[in-house]
Nanobody, 124 residues
Framework: QVQLVESGGGLVQAGGSLRLSCAAA????????MGWFRRAPEKERESVAY????????NYTESVKGRFTASRDNAKNTIFLQMNSLKPEDTAVYYC?????????????????WGQGTQVTVSS
């Protein structure tokens, strides 16, 4: 059974940092593109970042560029999202997702496997 488990969310003041982790189990994802998404209250789910299987290609949504850094450790079957200079508008449930292929995209339909989500709350 494939599982993606996020951790690292929490409550932080504006300007603070959090590091999210997403550990995969049940299959190796070293050959898969992976992504981070978020859903804020009363908003649609949006792509935050995606990362290619090799980790060499990473794309960020405009609002987090320069503040968030995605990375992956294929040996540990884990991806990360380092979030710095957090803003109240970053408050959301954050999800990691894995594609079944090397294809990466901001489109959530590209991803077959999803974690349960971790809450990030940024206070002003």
């Amino acid at each position: 059974q494939v599982q993606l488990v996020e951790s690292g969310g929490g409550l932080v003041q504006a300007g603070g940092s959090l590091r999210l982790s997403c550990a995969a189990a049940g299959r190796a994802f070293s050959g898969s593109a992976m992504g981070w998404f978020r859903r804020a209250p009363e908003k649609e789910r949006e792509s935050v970042a995606y990362i290619s299987a090799s980790g060499r290609t990473i794309n960020y949504t405009e609002s987090v560029k320069g503040r968030f850094t995605a990375s992956r450790d294929n040996a540990k079957n884990t991806i990360f999202l380092q979030m710095n200079s957090l803003k109240p508008e970053d408050t959301a449930v954050y999800y990691c997702a894995a594609s079944a292929t090397t294809v990466y995209s901001t489109n959530s339909a590209n991803y077959l496997y999803w974690g349960q989500g971790t809450q990030v709350t940024v206070s002003s």
